[in-house]
């Protein structure tokens, strides 16, 4: 009685495939996998110097403006009506 038997997580496994489906049951099950990967992907680009990664992103920031110009940000206001 305290363990279960593989009959058991087969009637368990049928009843979850027909209350979700199996199309929602691949969709979950990708999206793990690619949280998981995004994850990993992270963890290893996290370990990377934070001083190479910011040199490269200056040096593509326009190199010929002003510095007076990299720091203007240009938006429009919009007023609720």
């Known amino acids: 009685m305290g363990t279960f038997s593989i009959w058991h997580w087969l009637v368990v496994l049928l009843i ?3 209350v979700f489906g199996t199309k929602k049951l691949k969709n979950i ?3 793990l996998g690619s949280a ?3 994850f990993k992907d992270g963890m290893k680009d996290g370990g990377t110097p934070e001083s190479a990664s910011t040199t490269t992103t200056t040096a593509q920031v326009g190199q010929d403006k002003p510095a ?3 720091t ?3 938006v429009e206001a919009k ?3």
Do not use: C, N, W
């Open 16 to 18: 979850v495939v027909l």
């Open 29 to 31: 099950g990708s999206d």
């Open 36 to 38: 998981v990967k995004g």
């Open 68 to 70: 007076a110009e990299k």
């Open 72 to 74: 203007t940000i240009d």
């Open 79 to 81: 007023t609720k009506s």
